[in-house]
């Protein structure tokens, strides 16, 4: 690979050469070299611009630029153009368009109005990649492939003609036999049984604006399934033409996406496109969220649960905006700068700014680049060169991962489900959203860990002390075996309300609950409800801490000899009953919550578990600061950032190194606002 | 009648035998009886159980089923299967389907996704209704005939092409000639003078999302009379073949339906479908409403309008909740037989509870019956249990009728113009609202009702001491003699703001105002107005008493030598001048009110007129409880119902008999919470 | 001109000679003469009554009715009645039809449902106005014609096919090269180059509601080319029918049309429909709103920036109210009075009440005219009475015009732009509001002034001591060029954030910012950003006066000799920067201002401007009263109108005469609820 390599971290830009006139190009070429960045990605929307009319390709423009770039020492990565089809296409052939739920299709004029099904687009852009990879696989400028750009972004879901006879293939794949289809759906109920394939559809107008849930659940994984045969159609091709130590990656992260398997596919590694800013955004500003920001730390956590290490394609650099939405302001002095370091913290080892310059035109013209429209010379500019600087001192970084002892069990199967049942969604959003804060708020490093088709070994959760799976709806055989044999080396197993209820069809299941989970939490489940609205909050007490059960919640009794009631419910319809059991199983433990987890439970939970704050014997800092961990053979280091618009005070309980300036550091310690520190521990 | 007949207060439940393997049959059947349940419906979504494809029938599940109810004796309420129609039918006749305002198809996914005015509709119904009908009519099993399955519900407004077609024949046997309609409908405003029938379409896509008004009042009573229609032609074929002892039914109450007609024409009696626990539902729970699942009384007494003695054919037992929406808490203990309670007290003599299982799969999955997912024993079936055994010891309440002595007037013209006119929407819903709260807070039991083609005689009203019908716009001949007859033989009347503005075709009259109303009231309303958003609330005083004049003033003068000023405005445009006339008018008074009533001003007007808390002699109770009486022959029985989830006290002024007990009891008696009491008074 | 000629004020009322029998004609116009009024207005939906079938035409009704209006002396305003198309019509040719984004069309059955664009519409407009222009033109009775009915109200966007085939004919003409038309819209971007007109279309439905925003500029100049050359294709037919001293107006003002345009082509001048009661309407009703009614003296500027003098062909008499929306109160008594006043202290040199009864049915029932449905006697038919007295004291007035010193400028380019550019609205619609708010509440009067297309000169702007230019994005050097001669000459430019970033398509300039304004205003802008949302209030100080700069800011620096730094920010991100910059240009000043206008921002700089209460030395007045001058030759006529329910206090610092009365006052005067006072000053 010739960057994410483990040898350096390097920064790059987006650049559009089909927006400025050639005369502008050499400046700006220079000027991106004099401020550090060697990198530009290219030509992700150019479709048009390569192919003008329906089979006449042109690469001269692209020629020219490439052969610029390359006797300047600039490198490129060159896009497959196909997140925008041109006029023509969609004009000439209607049904390679998306269309909403009604049937009413999406026109040109936005972006990503394709529909992944249509034979006729899969056509299209076997050709135009064919074209541009055996064109540019081995330019000597290029280093590696964008496919599309951003799959999923804007539109996450497909009700075209097309996509209907896409999903019943996709399903006489899964199912063979219909019958087997109407059983695992319970199309029995309300008259739904299918009698021919061609009965069945994608999702379509109802008079409740509701289908049955089963379909709903294998229809996100037909999108996730589309968007990853179209990505390997496109990967498969320029593997044949690009040189070898070249990459082929995408950007950004959407819904109804299985990226794990994209990455093991179609990719070398996933690049993400981090707009913070967001956080700041007019019309969804919240004072009262203490976060803002600091959510994409989230969003980073999900990167890394892809590609350990891996680039960010575009990084803020400037305010957002269309011209009809998403307006933020600029980004403050300093927020570069802490953005480019929080994806590094995170395990970045390549950034690149979106985007140069500010585009004068279209839909995004308040997207904001590095520089104006006018190109001047401007504070980010001045911050791009600056963080550059500070990069080139933390290069020893380069490959190293991010360390975490708590981790969070996720699959697809549960995320999509919660997606189209509203009694799921209601715990999860819940629990994930506090862990998120609190385990943050706590300086407790975890990550993300998927469990979908066998890819984490038991090696991999043994490294954790705790797992949360907060609400695991749906479980699995495979997947609990694998749970057990954790809990029994010693680990410690944290499930929350609603588990184990369903099967991979998302249908309820008849057993006792928590189903499958019975065995590892010695859990039984007699009885359960929503929290009436008129009696929450309703707590819970564990050892003197008092906490709600959000949302929702399980009676619970302990059954087998190693159960024991931890907490009891101290007010609603189940006062007095179990509501924490603990559950010595191997040499290990698992909890069984009955309600949803706030902040306080989680507090609790990490706290009774000891695992908060694992840094908290060499640094304090505010909640205010994040803190994050990087690691690679015996060297950690160790970035603190501060998100706030004011200085905060950290202290270092010991003495440790500065990797910016290169000098000793300890005790208490003036972090200005927006302020970053990368440590050597 | 087998249920619902006078002799007794029965219990059953709704079953869903496809929904299960059959090994599970014998054993519900079995526990059903032990808990008290002798009467299951079923079949009401089976469609494609009984006809898998077109024209091919097989009834050998059922006929399994009835047998085996045969044998352990439970009888059966077998439902004709249109709520939802199979995926063959609409997929092959896609004219079947109802649509949305603009056209747009509802496919299936959902359920009654059909329309009433499809020929080819009708006659797949006719023939599946036949073929049922003459296979079980003669089973020993079938107790009775539930039509459809709550007709309107999910939707009640029609668009599709064959309603625009019905719409027109309707519309021709109403007007005959074209001229007519044009005159009825003042098409001359905005060029919509139709020059043939083909013109004329059921609401469309307009530029203001708004038709001919007159068209809209139409429209409502053609859909009224294609649910009627629709519902005769099911009902006429099951009378060809059922036993006569059998009974035929339909359940649930919904908009753009005329029962009465429909209880005339096509039914013995009306079961509803019971859901108090919508006053908790998550997402419309508002702490300040104090009424909550009280409000269900008020449906109750509409289906009492219908039905004095009247079944619940779904009575909630369970948590509410689509994968989609709706989500409830569980019913909590004691709400199960409270709920029961609060219907029987209303004129139920049939109790059927929804569900005895919960469906595992489907829209519906949340939608929980007694039993949960696994089936095993739970505190909900204690409940039924429990419930069954109180109902026992009130046998001798079977075909007693609700007693009351206030009447409030109503009729479809009067809903259905409110429907869509915003003018004479915004005083109905204020005064309804209030009419109910305060006659069930100051526990004065009342009565709806409906005084449309002749229904009512003049020897009902004569019953009610005081009848309000407080906002009548539309207003007939026929209607106001009967109720000068009322007033003249010494009833009181009450008559709120907008009375008498509008005719049959809702167009307003150019007589003076109040129209028909001015002889009986002695009122003449020479201004009216909005109350001006920046002076209200404007008050009126009556004997010293301060109230609202809602929403809307009219400026009344006493007309005639009987009418006497009762209140006067004391705020806003109208300040000094008359709110409140009553003309004697024979030996009885009515009354007209310059506003719409609010709770004060419905207070007042029950004290004034001395008709609240008439029996208040023998008990007081807190406003949380509600009271109802039902009374057969000299006997009267009193239901005192405690919604709160909190014990309160209500004090027997005399000693009454317990009827659960059998137990006299007098003085302070302490309800627990949820706590029913049943006393012979 | 026989009304709105300069010697007399006149009264009006709009009549619905069709919506009533003839025996109340002459009833009718006898009661309108007795109160003063003597010109009706008639016709404006009458398409079906002339033309009942395709091609057959009848005009015996109307000319019966006018007839009889000649007889008795009343004149009358006949109107083409194109804007609801009969049923028969769009039913024969649905592509007359409007229709929504998705290319839904809008049935019959509201109004204003047809396209500007299809050439049948068109051919039949033509017919139809030809043969009323033919046959009435000559008529004795009548006095004017009016154009259609409210041009884009309702709706003022077009979807339809007709649509996007005139849009691509529009764009021909402008940009003649397909080429030229790919550039001005940067369809570069996102693969939007067209290859033929044909792929070019009027917005549709696309993936993120967002179309190109160089099209959708360029859309609502088609929008406004189609309205005008719709009315100038009726005017240019009746100016070839009509008498020379018959003149030809429209009414209403909507969005998207290009008035000074209209009026230049097809009008002898506007008249406008002045509803004042929306102030209070039901569902709108903000308390904190302090202008209410008196946002109605908005639209009068606006009205006034048309036609110096102007007529109100629909002032508002009763509630208003549609079946379906927009519920009102009735005035209370002295509004009418007052909102006829605000009418003439504005311009109006006519006044036609709508209307004179109120119709019985249809849709717009409940838009009240002066008489309720009965026609009986009331308060508002006297006040109409008494404020036709009150004219005739002030017919010396005729002719005179609204005298103002301060000027805001507008055009429809940046009016257009801020529609689809929320970067551009952002702004706007604060310093707009401000500007207006602080404006009324100084007693400062103000013209707006339209500079599109050189219809201003430069002896017009030297008229006005101060110009306010807010957020003048697009900037073209025509107009730089005026306002550079108009500060050279003396006078003083107000600019704010955000100015001349833009060219005339839409796209912003690569040029140093403020663009086209750097010269006038000495300004330089580096950077620029939306206020932060946890930062706001970002606050100004000029010369101890701390406000807000609101929404968004610019950093400024000040460039030349002659500019110099007036105000500095005091938070935020660019505290202690400058942000108001005053140059010296020629014996003028410009202004630069970074921020938006707020209303302490307005308020500072009128009094840094000295500007403010121009008439402080002859009156004092609270600031919940409006003033307004009208002047001619030598004599000024000032307005003073109380808009609150209470009375309040004015000071006449010296003698005047009060023009209602013919007496001179002084000193402390009580001006009644809704009072008026007009005096010679």
């Known amino acids: 690979m010739r960057i994410v390599n483990g040898s350096s971290i390097d920064l790059g830009v987006c650049y559009y050469p089909e927006h400025w006139e050639k005369r502008l190009w050499e400046e700006d070429l220079d000027r991106m070299l004099d401020v550090g960045i060697q990198t530009v990605r290219i030509a992700e929307f150019a479709w048009n611009f390569i192919e003008p009319r329906e089979g006449e390709f042109d690469y001269r423009f692209f020629d020219e630029f490439l052969d610029l770039a390359y006797r300047k020492g600039i490198k490129v990565i060159f896009c497959t153009p196909t997140a925008t089809p041109p006029v023509w296409l969609t004009e000439n052939y209607p049904e390679t368009l998306n269309a909403d739920i009604e049937g009413n299709l999406y026109y040109h004029g936005s972006r990503r109005h394709y529909n992944y099904s249509s034979s006729v687009y899969q056509e299209k852009s076997r050709i135009i990649v064919e074209k541009s990879a055996s064109h540019y696989g081995q330019h000597p400028a290029i280093i590696g492939w964008q496919l599309d750009n951003e799959f999923n972004c804007e539109n996450d879901r497909f009700y075209s003609v097309s996509d209907s006879a896409a999903f019943r293939r996709f399903l006489q794949e899964k199912y063979d036999d219909l019958e087997e289809l109407n059983k695992a759906w319970g199309t029995v109920f309300w008259n739904q049984t299918y009698t021919s394939w061609e009965e069945i559809y994608v999702p379509r107008k109802t008079n409740t604006d509701s289908v049955n849930p089963h379909l709903a659940l294998d229809y996100f994984r037909f999108i996730s399934d589309s968007v990853n045969r179209y990505a390997k159609l496109q990967a498969d091709i320029i593997k044949k033409y690009k040189k070898p130590e070249d990459f082929i990656t995408t950007n950004g992260m959407f819904r109804n996406i299985d990226y794990q398997r994209m990455a093991k596919e179609s990719l070398d590694f996933l690049m993400y496109d981090s707009y913070p800013n967001f956080g700041y955004e007019l019309d969804n500003y919240h004072e009262a969220d203490f976060m803002k920001d600091r959510w994409w730390s989230r969003n980073l956590t999900e990167v890394r649960a892809v590609s350990a290490n891996f680039g960010i394609m575009e990084q803020q650099s400037g305010a957002c905006g269309w011209n009809t939405r998403m307006e933020t302001p600029s980004p403050r002095p300093g927020q570069i700068l802490l953005w480019t370091m929080q994806s590094i913290a995170h395990g970045a080892d390549y950034i690149s700014y979106f985007r140069w310059r500010t585009c004068t035109f279209g839909t995004e013209m308040y997207w904001h680049g590095i520089l104006d429209y006018s190109g001047r010379e401007n504070q980010r500019l001045r911050e791009v060169r600056l963080t550059g600087e500070k990069i080139r001192t933390m290069q020893e970084l380069a490959g190293s991962k991010y360390v975490a002892k708590v981790g969070i069990l996720k699959d697809y199967d549960n995320i999509w489900d919660s997606q189209q049942d509203r009694w799921h969604s209601r715990v999860d959003s819940v629990s994930q959203d506090a862990l998120f804060v609190v385990l943050q708020q706590t300086h407790t490093p975890f990550d993300y860990i998927y469990l979908d088709n066998n890819r984490v070994t038991l090696e991999v959760l043994k490294q954790y002390e705790v797992l949360f799976y907060p609400h695991a709806s749906i479980l699995t055989e495979e997947r609990m075996n694998m749970l057990e044999q954790y809990v029994s080396a010693g680990g410690k197993l944290v499930m929350g309300c609603r588990t184990g209820y369903k099967d991979l069809y998302g249908r309820c299941v008849t057993e006792y609950l928590p189903g499958l989970a019975t065995k590892v939490t010695g859990t039984d489940i007699p009885e359960y409800s929503f929290a009436a609205p008129d009696e929450t909050p309703i707590n819970v007490e564990w050892d003197g801490s008092k906490f709600e059960a959000a949302v929702f919640n399980d009676l619970l009794e302990p059954i087998g ?75 950690q280091y160790m970035f603190v950032l501060n998100y706030l618009k004011n200085p905060v005070y950290i202290t270092l309980k010991r003495e440790m190194k500065n990797l910016w300036t290169g000098e000793m550091e300890q005790s208490r310690i003036e972090l200005e606002k927006y302020g970053v520190r990368v440590y050597l521990i």
């Open 561 to 635: 000899g190693m159960a024991e009631v931890m907490g009891t419910y101290v007010s609603g319809r189940y006062a007095g009953a179990p509501a924490i059991i603990r559950n010595h199983f191997g040499r290990g433990e698992a909890f069984y919550f009955g309600g949803a987890f706030g902040e306080d439970a989680v507090r609790v939970f990490l706290e009774n578990l000891d695992v908060a704050e694992p840094f908290g014997d060499i640094i304090s800092l505010p909640k205010s600061c994040e803190l994050a961990v990087r690691g690679k053979g015996d060297k």
